[in-house]
């Protein structure tokens, strides 16, 4: 079965960076989307980054846009959330989530993936 596991959160100032890692295992060979997802106390769950594992376009919500970053190490099978200019706003709780490439495909970063990490928690202070 799939899992997904991320990592990397922690408490950081207003301005500083952090770098979210990401491993899926039980995909084998075929082409997964995958992408980064946040959810804000009192808000709902919205997607932030996603991509597809073989390629293609990259979704990035326009909130970080020229902020944040999807990077991977192919040799390892790891995927990378960059996240620089970290603002208060940006403070969520990060989940990542892998599926289907189609559902990159159809949806971009919508929230119909089906299997998730357990979340990792970035804390951005004033």
């Known amino acids: 079965q799939v899992q997904v596991v991320e990592s990397g959160g922690g408490l950081v100032q207003a301005g500083g960076s952090l770098r979210l890692s990401c491993t899926a295992s039980g995909l084998g060979f075929d082409d997964y989307a995958m992408g980064w997802f946040r959810q804000a106390p009192g808000k709902e769950r919205e997607g932030v980054a996603c991509?597809?594992?073989?390629?293609?376009?990259?979704y990035y919500a326009d909130s970080v846009k020229g902020r944040f970053t999807i990077d991977r190490d192919n040799a390892k099978s790891i995927l990378y959330l960059q996240m620089n200019s970290l603002k208060v706003e940006d403070t969520a709780m990060y989940y990542c989530?892998?599926?289907?490439?189609?559902?990159?495909?159809?949806?971009?970063?919508?929230?119909?993936?089906?299997?998730w990490g357990q979340g990792t928690q970035v804390t951005v202070s004033s």
């Open positions: 989530a892998a599926d289907w490439a189609s559902v990159f495909h159809n949806g971009g970063c919508l929230n119909e993936y089906n299997y």
């Open positions: 991509t597809s594992w073989s390629g293609g376009s990259t």
